[in-house]
């Protein structure tokens, strides 16, 4: 993980439970004598997230129904921290744009108390859209950094977002990346076997259906954004995303190279898995 990441040592339960006490019945003494929770359980690793950004982001409440995809805080601070070395330095205050903010909101709500970032969040789906704005109105400190808004055509990415003259320091996306649900599925079947878990079992993330697979999978809604971002090379200093496919790489640099843009890769890795940020830029 990068160096200034709060969660390179194993989580301190006791601090944890103290800031959020619905996490005790899901705590338990391992053969090693560590304290740890069941992963696999979607209720504990959502009462675990909620502990950490209680006690380690300063949040007053969080609430994420079940079903909703319910991501590990390590990997999304990860994601940011790079940011932060890849736009330095650049004049404060600093205004990012998270395409897919989801019911977590969880790149904006950690962007803004790492950073003091202010940040905007595209939505396609409603529901999720409203649940984000119910954890940012219940936290005073995330008042009037978190502007959430909804994206009503679904062919469309940062047009209909992005407003004229509006200038944005980075972009940033977590994109679904199965390509239809049954792959979703099988991906889902393919983690609880190496987990050594029952199929049957909910995966621990959750997740609703647009937030895990879209037409073509992660490498086509890519190529997508990497085609209508030059429209608004002048408004964005680096365009980024995540790309958990390796094998999905080479076709994007391919495009962005066609297109003029300079690129790099950052890679990132938690634990055994691996995933890398593609950023692009544009020449003035």
């Known amino acids: 993980m990068h160096p200034n990441n709060k969660h390179l040592k194993s989580y301190d339960f006791e601090r944890l439970i103290h800031a959020n006490p619905d996490l005790k019945p899901f705590v338990f ?23 950490i950004l209680i006690s380690d982001y300063g949040l007053t409440d969080y609430q994420l129904p ?44 950690l962007a803004v108390q790492l950073y003091n970032w202010e ?13 984000a704005q119910n954890n940012i109105n219940l936290n005073p400190s995330l008042n009037g950094f978190i502007d959430i808004r909804y994206q009503d055509n679904p062919a469309q990415i940062f047009s209909g977002i992005i407003e004229i003259e509006e200038y944005y320091h980075f972009t940033m996306c977590n994109p ?34 647009h937030e895990l697979w879209c037409n073509g999978g992660e490498a086509l809604f890519i190529k997508r954004m990497i085609k209508e971002s030059k429209t608004f090379c002048k408004q964005v200093g ?47």
């Open 176 to 209: 679904p990346f199965h390509a239809s649900e049954q792959e979703a599925l099988k991906g889902t079947q393919r983690k609880l076997k190496n987990l050594d878990l029952d199929k049957k079992t909910t995966l621990n993330f959750g997740g609703q259906s």
């Open 238 to 284: 680096w365009f980024t995303t995540l790309v958990s496919k390796s094998a999905n790489l080479p076709k994007l640099t391919k495009q962005l190279d066609k297109l003029g843009a300079t690129h790099q890769i950052i890679d990132m890795a938690q634990g055994q898995k691996v995933s890398r940020i593609l950023a692009w830029r544009f020449p003035n």
């Open 29 to 51: 003494t391992n053969k090693f004598q560590t304290k740890t929770i069941n992963f696999s359980l979607s209720d504990a690793v959502y009462q675990l997230n909620k502990a």
């Open 119 to 131: 940040m905007v969040g595209t939505e396609r789906n409603k529901q999720s859209l409203e649940i």
């Open 66 to 109: 079940k079903g909703y995809l319910c991501p590990p805080i390590p990997g999304r601070a990860d994601y940011l921290h790079h940011l932060n070395d890849l736009i330095l330095p650049e004049s404060k205050p600093i205004k990012g744009l998270d395409i897919g903010i989801g019911a977590n909101a969880i790149y904006p709500i």
